[in-house]
Each structure stands twice: as structure tokens, then as C-alpha cells.
């Protein structure tokens, strides 16, 4: 919130007085010749004191004739993708229905509460294992789904949106929750990337 002007001159102390506490050990370790990267920092905003500004900082060792003269700071501004984030956290968890996310490999990246809550397995317990072994591996009638015919596996390889109304999941008790869900690929360009499933009971 300074113009150019007013900072130059200015210690870094002076500048950030209420963050340098944080980034003093940081400078000292730049100015022994350590580059410290992507360092995340937060202060209230200089028009709305509310709301948080965030940056990621990077300091390294600014070096004249093999002399270390002084620490250069590289700093991005991430508010705007910090907000999105918080966001995207407050409706994940807070939503009644259960989500979850694949990776290109069909293994679980990503599960909210209510998918936890409605499972009976924790994240901890489902993260980088396969949904489909563990979950959706039979019907409601106990038969077998093999992988060939698992539809949500299918959004993954065929990139395609599905709508089932009507399928079962396993708990981790081992009892059959019935579920409606929506699956939809994650795509980077042309790659997909994983899977999002949303389903209810």
C-alpha cells in the first residue's frame, strides 16, 4: 500500500514492522547464503483490515564479486487463489452430499465428510487406494461388479459424464449403502487427470 518512493531507503523492519519478526530468521539465513523459497505470508489488507492479504515469498542471496551484499525478494501475490481455496474448502466439507476424487490411476485423492460419514471410513484410511476395490466392487444383491463393467471406472477411461440413479456402495462395515451419483472426469487440457464423484444416499 506504499508508492516506490516511500520504500525506498526503508529497512526491512521498518517496511513490515509487524512481520518481521516472522521473516527476520529468514534474511539471517539468506544473508549466509541459504535461498529460502515460497515462504507463505500473511496481513490484513491495507484498505480492509478484515480481510487477509496473502503472498508467497522466495528470499535468496543477492551476490557482488562472491560477496553476499544483501537478500532479493521474489513475492506473488496469492490472495485471490487462497480465497478460492477457502471457498472451494467451506462448501466441500459443509456439503450434505458425499464427494470424492480419483486420480488418473483411479485411486483416491480427495474425500469430504459426508462421503467419510456415509462410508464409514476416514480419508486417512481411503487416500491412494482403489474406490472401486473397496467400495464399489458389488451390487446391491452382493454379486460382483468386475472392473471391466464398473461405470465410474469407465469415466475415467472414456472421459464421459455419468448420472446413476440407483447403484450400491459397500460400508466399511460391510453393509450395502444404496447411492445416486454423478461422475464427471477431471481433465487438464486434454488429459484427464482423474474423476469427481458426487453421490447420496
Not at 505470508?41 to 535468496?60: E, G, N, Q
Not at 447403484?167 to 472426469?185: C, E, F, N, Q, W
Request: hydrophobic share 40%.
Amino acid at each position: 500500500g506504499r508508492s516506490v518512493e516511500e520504500c525506498v531507503g526503508l529497512t526491512a523492519s521498518e517496511l513490515a514492522p509487524d512481520l518481521w519478526p516472522l521473516l527476520e530468521e529468514v534474511y539471517r539465513r539468506s544473508l549466509a547464503g541459504e535461498t529460502v523459497s515460497n515462504i507463505e505470508v500473511s496481513k490484513p489488507h491495507a484498505a480492509d483490515p478484515l480481510r487477509l492479504r496473502h503472498w508467497l515469498a522466495s528470499y535468496y542471496p543477492v551476490h557482488v564479486d562472491g560477496e553476499i551484499i544483501g537478500v532479493g525478494n521474489v513475492v506473488v501475490d496469492i490472495t485471490e487463489q487462497k480465497e478460492a481455496e477457502e471457498f472451494r474448502a467451506v462448501v466441500m466439507d459443509n456439503m450434505a452430499e458425499g464427494l470424492y476424487a480419483l486420480d488418473a490411476d483411479g485411486l483416491v485423492t480427495y474425500v469430504n465428510p459426508a462421503a467419510a460419514s456415509m462410508l464409514g471410513w476416514s480419508e486417512q484410511e481411503l487416500l491412494g487406494r482403489s474406490m472401486h476395490d473397496i467400495v464399489h466392487f458389488q451390487r446391491a444383491d452382493g454379486t460382483k461388479v468386475p472392473a471391466e463393467e464398473c461405470a465410474l471406472l469407465q469415466v475415467r477411461t472414456r472421459g464421459q459424464s455419468i448420472r446413476i440413479l440407483d447403484d450400491a456402495y459397500t460400508r466399511k462395515d460391510g453393509s450395502i449403502l444404496p447411492v445416486a451419483y454423478s461422475s464427471a472426469p477431471l481433465r487438464s487440457g486434454q488429459t484427464i487427470q482423474g474423476v469427481a464423484v458426487v453421490f447420496r444416499d
